[in-house]
C-alpha cells in the first residue's frame, strides 16, 4: 500500500465534505459510510490499519453497487492522514468530547473524523485540538456510544444542512 493510494479518480478537494474513519475494524460499518458518501458526494477517507481487507465481501455487499461513485483515498497511517490534510479543518467525533456537533460552525471541504468501532479516536489527537472535537449528545447511562455508520450519518446530514445541501436534491 502506497502513501494516500487514491482509489477513486475524483479528488476529496471537491467533495462538499470529508469523512474520515480511522483504523475502522467493522466491514458492514464502513460499506455503510461508503453508501452514504455516494449518495450525498462527500469524500471518504479509511485510514489504515483496517480491521479487514478493503477487498472484504462484507465490506462490498454493504456499499452494494456504489462504490465507483465514492471518492475514497486509502493512508496507510494515521500520521499520513494528518499529514495529507494538514490544510483542512478537521472535526473529531468523541464521546469524549465535550461540544454538542450542534453548536459547529461547519463549512464546505471540512472533514468529519470518527474513530475505531471499539476505542474512538486517541486520546492525544483529541487533546490537541480540543475546539474541534464533538460529541452527539445520548441519555446518560444508556449505552457508551452510537454504532459507528449511524453516528457518521447524524454527524453528515447535520453538517451537510449547515452548509446548505449542495449538490443534494
Not at 19 to 37: D, M, Q, S, Y
Not at 47 to 67: H, M, N, T
Not at 76 to 82: A, V, Y
Amino acid at each position: 500500500m502506497q502513501p494516500q493510494d487514491r482509489l477513486s479518480d475524483h479528488s476529496p478537494d471537491d467533495a462538499p465534505l470529508q469523512i474520515a474513519l480511522v483504523e475502522p475494524e467493522i466491514p458492514p460499518n464502513t460499506g455503510n459510510v461508503a453508501r452514504l458518501c455516494a449518495a450525498t458526494g462527500c469524500a471518504l477517507h479509511l485510514v489504515a490499519p483496517l480491521g479487514f481487507s478493503i477487498d472484504d465481501r462484507e465490506l462490498k455487499r454493504a456499499g452494494l453497487d456504489y462504490w465507483q461513485h465514492v471518492r475514497m483515498t486509502l493512508h496507510p497511517s494515521l500520521e499520513s492522514f494528518l499529514t495529507a490534510t494538514s490544510t483542512s479543518r478537521r472535526w473529531y467525533f468523541s464521546t469524549r468530547a465535550s461540544l454538542s456537533y450542534a453548536h459547529a460552525e461547519f463549512a464546505r471541504g471540512d472533514i468529519l473524523v470518527f474513530g475505531k468501532e471499539t476505542k474512538g479516536l486517541p486520546a492525544d489527537l483529541l487533546a490537541h485540538d480540543p475546539e474541534h472535537c464533538l460529541r452527539i449528545p445520548m441519555r446518560p447511562e444508556s449505552v457508551r456510544s452510537l454504532n459507528l455508520s449511524t453516528a457518521v450519518g447524524v454527524a453528515a446530514y447535520a453538517a451537510l444542512a449547515h452548509i446548505g445541501f449542495p449538490e443534494l436534491q
